[in-house]
């Protein structure tokens, strides 16, 4: 059975696209709560669990070491938009490890934010390392390596400590062995583990209600969403879903997407977890997915969700402008 439609694209009065899906709603006891369609398939995660990739940053004591802020530990949970207050961190950060940029791994590309590539090309700029969305994670793992002493090159590959830490951590999270299951290369060039929505969604519950977790992980836990929740536009940056949500809920409701059309999802108020995953990788059918998964479980307020609005019920428009049609939730029942 294929999964149920999530999101519809509208032309007209007719519907163009149809984005089908699965989401999973979980407990901090891996209990599932809601679903739909199929929640046990694997799905990479890609960038929605960045925030349990930098556990180790906190637990091992490596963040306390360099006397790290709260704005680059937002930005070791980020997929940023290449905007100045991203890359200037990244190179305080750097400095802070006695680090230069060509120390990351993760590619160059050109800055997520268009406003920043259109300038940097205006201005004859050429982008870097830092640039990458990801470059906030990979200096949060170069930190680790950095404060057990190993060597930082190759601090990508699968056997490098800085991988086996986090392998750790959102394993456990998720109630899950992550060496069992398949992998690949992501995005930026760490590995990437196909696992669950349950498991992902069981992981974001104890996120947002931490009780039951090790002191010392519970204090993890609560400094990254503390820091998330006072730095949103580290998180992803201006105009971005991810950094609106969370400006509007602070603490209370944390959202991160990942590429291809995964969203995770911590809603503390209802102690649930949730991951998303549009099977067509649609990314903006998933923005779309997300806020409605948000409403039904009352993550964001009636106001909240007004000021989204335009988010909920995305116009799609043509090259001259003009709006020809929208894309919106789908009118689903969620099984129990």
Known sequence: MSNPVLVNSWRGEVIENRHRGAVAVCDPRGRLVHAWGDVDALVYPRSAVKLLQALPLIESGAADHFQLEDAELALACSSHGGEPMHTATVKRWLERIELEEDALECGPHAPNDEATAHAMLEQHQRYGR?????????TSMLTTSRYFGEETRGYIEREHPAQQRWFDSLGEMAGIDLRALPWNRDGCGIPV????LTAMATAFARIAVPDDLTPTRADAVN????????????VAGSGRLCSEVIEHSGRRTLVKTGADGVYTAALQEQGLGVALKIDDGSGPAAQVAILSVLRHLGGLHT?????LDERCRVPISNTRG????YRQAATLQLRH
Do not use: F, Y
């Not at 003009?322 to 049609?325: A, H, Q």
């Open 130 to 138: 830092i640039h990458n969305n990801c470059s906030g994670k990979h």
């Open 193 to 196: 583990i196909a696992m669950p």
């Open 223 to 234: 400094r990254l969403g503390n820091a998330i929740a006072a730095n949103p536009l580290m």
């Open 303 to 307: 106001d909240e969700l007004q000021q």
């Open 322 to 325: 003009v709006i020809t049609g």
